[in-house]
């Protein structure tokens, strides 16, 4: 994916697809439940990784109860200056 993803409807529907979706909408990632993989890392290739799991309704085999997670990436891009 050559583009970034502005808003939170293209996160999302990125994030279905792609195994880390590159956008430059911090306020977005917040929004949609994101948080950075590494909050003490202040700079770097850490710094801009974000994750947030979600539940894909399917119950697993492993888990009495239990629901499976789905972890889905984002990659905060600094905005061209």
């Not at 590494?38 to 894909?56: F, I, K, M, N, Q």
């Amino acid at each position: 994916m050559d583009s970034l993803c502005h808003s939170r409807e293209e996160i999302e529907r990125a994030a279905v697809r792609l195994p880390c979706v590159p956008t430059d909408n911090r306020e977005a990632l917040i929004a949609l439940g994101f948080e950075r993989i590494s909050p003490d890392a202040p700079t770097g290739y850490e710094s801009h990784l974000w994750e947030r799991a979600v539940d894909s309704g399917y119950r697993t085999v492993s888990m009495r109860n239990g629901r499976r997670k789905i972890v889905q990436r984002a990659y905060l891009v600094k905005p061209a200056a």
